[in-house]
C-alpha cells in the first residue's frame, strides 16, 4: 500500500472507530476471493452468448423458462461448495463483536455473508437457493391451499402437478421490486449512519447503490473498497483501492 493509500486507509479506520452506525453495502466482489465469479464478469462456457441483464428478468423467463432455470441451475452448482473468505469473516465477526454497531446489506444472492456468521444480513436481491412461484396458484382458494413450491413435481424448472405454475428462483430480477422491509431498513441504515462502507460492487445496480446516495446527502462519509473503479467513486469520501478479502479484515480487526 503506497503512502497516500496508507494515510486514506488511516482515516478510515478514524471515521469507522468514532462511528457509532456504520452501514455496509456490499456486491458480487466480496465473494470473488472464494471463487465466484462477479455479476458483470464475461458470462463463460455455455452462458457467454448472454449478458445477465438479459437472463436476470422475468421476461426472459416466461419466454424459455428451461434456460433460465438452467443457468440458474449452473449458478446454484457452482456455489454448493464455496465457502466465505476474510472479508466475509471480518464482517461477520464484527457485528459479533460490536452487536447493533454494523448494518450489513448485501446485493448478493450467493448466502456467503451468512455462511460466514453475520447475525443479520438485509439481502436486497434475495436469495439463489430457494424457489418461489411464477404465479399465483389458481386453484388455491385461500393462501394456505395452494401447494408448497418444495412440492413442485421436478423438472427444468419444477411445475405445480396441479395447476401447472412453474418455480422460478426466489431472486429479485431486474425490473421487479427489492423486498420493501429489507429495503425500508437499510435505507433507515443509510440516513442514521455516520459511515457507509461500500465493498465489491460497480455501483451499477439501482436501487441497491442509491443508498450511497442517500447516506451521503445524510452527512455519512462515503468509503469504497474496491481493486477498480466504480460509479460511486465520484461521491466518496474515501476510495480503498484493493480486494475485499485483504482490505476489510484490516478495516475491521482488533476493535
Ligand atoms: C427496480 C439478482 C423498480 C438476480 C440482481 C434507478 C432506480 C430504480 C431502478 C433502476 C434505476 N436505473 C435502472 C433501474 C433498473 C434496474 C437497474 O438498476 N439496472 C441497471 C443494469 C442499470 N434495477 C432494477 O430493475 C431493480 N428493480 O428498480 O424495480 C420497479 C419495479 C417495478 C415497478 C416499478 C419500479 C432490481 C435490481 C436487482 C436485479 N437483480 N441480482 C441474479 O443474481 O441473478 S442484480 C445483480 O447486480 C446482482 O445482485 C449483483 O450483486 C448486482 C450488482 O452488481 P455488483 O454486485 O456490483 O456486481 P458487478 O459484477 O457489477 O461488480 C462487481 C464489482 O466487484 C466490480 O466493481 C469489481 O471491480 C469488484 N471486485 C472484483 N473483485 C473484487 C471486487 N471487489 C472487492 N474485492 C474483490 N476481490
Keep these: 500500500m503506497d503512502s497516500s493509500q496508507a494515510s486514506i486507509f488511516e482515516q478510515v479506520r478514524v471515521w469507522l472507530?468514532?462511528?457509532?452506525?456504520?452501514?455496509?453495502?456490499?456486491?458480487?466482489?466480496?465473494?470473488?476471493?472464494?471463487?465466484?465469479?462477479?455479476?458483470?464478469?464475461?458470462?463463460?462456457?455455455?452462458?457467454?452468448?448472454?449478458?445477465?441483464?438479459?437472463?436476470?428478468?422475468?421476461?426472459?423467463?416466461?419466454?424459455?423458462?428451461?434456460?433460465?432455470?438452467?443457468?440458474?441451475a449452473e449458478r446454484r452448482e457452482n456455489l454448493r461448495d464455496v465457502q466465505p473468505n476474510a472479508g466475509h469473516s471480518a464482517v461477520a465477526e464484527f457485528q459479533q463483536r460490536h452487536p447493533g454497531r454494523l448494518t450489513l446489506i448485501t446485493q448478493n444472492v450467493d448466502g456467503l455473508h451468512q455462511k460466514a456468521g453475520s447475525p443479520s444480513v438485509l439481502a436486497l436481491h434475495g436469495t439463489i437457493f430457494e424457489n418461489q412461484w411464477l404465479d399465483r396458484c389458481e386453484l388455491a382458494r385461500r393462501p394456505m391451499d395452494a401447494c408448497h413450491v418444495d412440492q413442485a413435481e421436478p423438472g427444468r424448472p419444477p411445475r405445480c402437478a396441479q395447476c401447472g405454475n412453474l418455480a422460478r428462483p426466489a431472486v429479485v430480477w431486474f425490473g421487479e421490486m427489492l423486498p420493501t422491509a429489507a429495503m425500508a431498513a437499510a435505507e433507515q441504515a443509510a440516513r442514521r449512519c455516520e459511515v457507509m462502507l461500500v465493498a465489491g460492487t460497480s455501483g451499477a445496480v439501482y436501487p441497491a447503490a442509491g443508498l450511497a446516495h442517500q447516506a451521503r446527502a445524510a452527512g455519512a462519509k462515503v468509503v469504497i473498497v474496491n481493486p477498480d473503479e466504480t460509479e460511486l467513486d465520484e461521491i466518496a469520501d474515501a476510495v480503498l483501492t484493493g480486494t475485499s478479502a485483504r482490505i476489510l479484515p484490516r478495516l475491521l480487526e482488533d476493535w
Design 17 to 72: 472507530h468514532a462511528a457509532r452506525h456504520i452501514a455496509m453495502l456490499t456486491g458480487a466482489g466480496v465473494s470473488a476471493e472464494s471463487g465466484v465469479p462477479t455479476f458483470r464478469d464475461a458470462q463463460t462456457g455455455m452462458w457467454a452468448r448472454f449478458r445477465p441483464e438479459d437472463l436476470a428478468t422475468e421476461e426472459a423467463f416466461r419466454r424459455d423458462p428451461q434456460r433460465v432455470w438452467d443457468w440458474y
